[in-house]
């Protein structure tokens, strides 16, 4: 059983690009959450998607959005990076939205 | 602002001891409450749930939830080198829009001394 997966494992970006982050769930899991973790954090909550909509979103702009294709994949999508957008980020699933969550290995984004 | 806290030491430990973590929350409606083990530069493990009052063991871990006292507890029996991680309390809060979210502290770092 596969569990939670995360492409790329590390991206390079320069300020002003846009990126494109992808997660598949734990199989039978419904529902797929983003966090963003800076280095010596906790994650921070960005959004939580359930039957392809966002469902919940933490305090993040507008430059972050995300998609939940039918097979329960998801996409986050960064627009206009900034240097402060360098994180590990971390997608989870469950099933259910605020029941037992399961991350995925990170992406660990750099914007130079 | 719901919020959960955990004091983010380091908390050492000699070899052998017991470990124990604290956290503590501020929505008395939370219904479930989570313990996940992240190693430096790894994502986050579930290592236990709990979601009633007492005590919940699982082989050196032990979970405590006081709901009256909005707080929880995860205690490592016999801790060994390989416990030394950041230990993330994460607990469910009912938003205004009718939904749960896993509100999650900051974590505690925890060193295991040989």
């Known amino acids: 059983d596969a569990g939670v997966t995360q492409s790329p494992t590390h991206l390079i970006k320069t300020r002003g690009q846009q990126v494109t982050l992808r997660c598949s769930p734990k199989?039978?899991?419904?529902?797929v959450s983003w966090y963003q973790q800076a280095l010596g954090q906790g994650p921070q909550f960005i959004f939580q998607?359930?039957?392809?909509?966002?469902?919940q979103r933490g305090n993040f702009p507008d430059r972050f959005s995300g998609h939940q294709f039918p097979n329960y994949s998801s996409e986050l999508n960064v627009n206009a990076l900034l240097l402060g957008d360098s994180a590990l980020y971390l997608c989870a699933s469950s099933l259910g939205g605020a029941n037992e969550q399961f991350f995925g290995p990170g992406t660990r984004l750099t914007v130079l | 602002q719901k919020e959960v806290e955990q004091n983010s030491g380091p908390l050492s430990v000699p070899e052998g001891a017991i470990a124990s973590l604290n956290c503590t929350y501020s929505d008395r409606v939370s219904q479930s409450f989570f313990w996940y083990r992240q190693y430096s530069g790894k994502s986050p493990e579930l290592i236990m749930s709990i979601y009633s009052n007492g005590d919940k063991e699982d082989g050196r871990f032990t979970a405590q939830l006081n709901k009256a006292s909005q707080y929880v507890s995860l205690l490592i029996r016999d801790s060994q080198p390989s416990d030394s991680a950041t230990y993330l309390c994460a607990v469910n809060s009912y938003q205004v829009d009718s939904n749960y979210q896993l509100i999650w502290g900051a974590g505690t770092k925890l060193i295991i001394k040989p």
């Open positions: 199989s039978g899991h419904d529902t």
């Open positions: 998607y359930y039957e392809e909509e966002e469902r």
